[in-house]
């Protein structure tokens, strides 16, 4: 069964870029025609689909962060990334990596993340 695991700091000043990793293991995000996503959850608040990167490498984002949002993979190391720049406290989140958009079959554990100075 394929496993995610968000790396990434947990502490994140305000204005700067947030950066996270997912690595993937049992399975390889170029194979089976997967797209992978990144989810997130506000404290108090339901879960925000961010964006995802599809199999060939491009990348969608909600409309609300995609002048902040970008995402990248490394298919040597199987991981996918997010980038968020110009963070303000209402980033604070648990981050959440997913395969799949819509469908969402396996989920990291997600990773803590505060933007605070």
């Known amino acids: 069964q394929v496993q995610l695991q968000e790396s990434g700091p947990g502490l994140v000043k305000p204005s700067q870029t947030l950066s996270l990793t997912c690595t993937v293991s049992?399975?390889?995000?170029?194979?089976?025609?997967?797209?992978w996503s990144w989810i997130r959850q506000p404290p108090g608040k339901g879960l925000e689909w961010m964006g995802v990167?599809?199999?060939?490498?491009?990348?969608y984002f909600s409309p609300s962060l995609k002048r902040r949002a970008s995402m990248s993979r490394d298919t040597q190391k199987n991981q996918f990334s997010l980038r968020l720049s110009s963070v303000t406290p209402e980033d604070t989140a648990v981050y959440f990596c997913v395969r799949g958009v819509g469908v969402m079959d396996s989920w990291g554990k997600g990773i803590q993340v505060t933007v605070s100075s």
């Open positions: 990167i599809s199999i060939d490498g491009s990348s």
């Open positions: 049992n399975g390889s995000i170029t194979a089976g025609y997967f797209p």
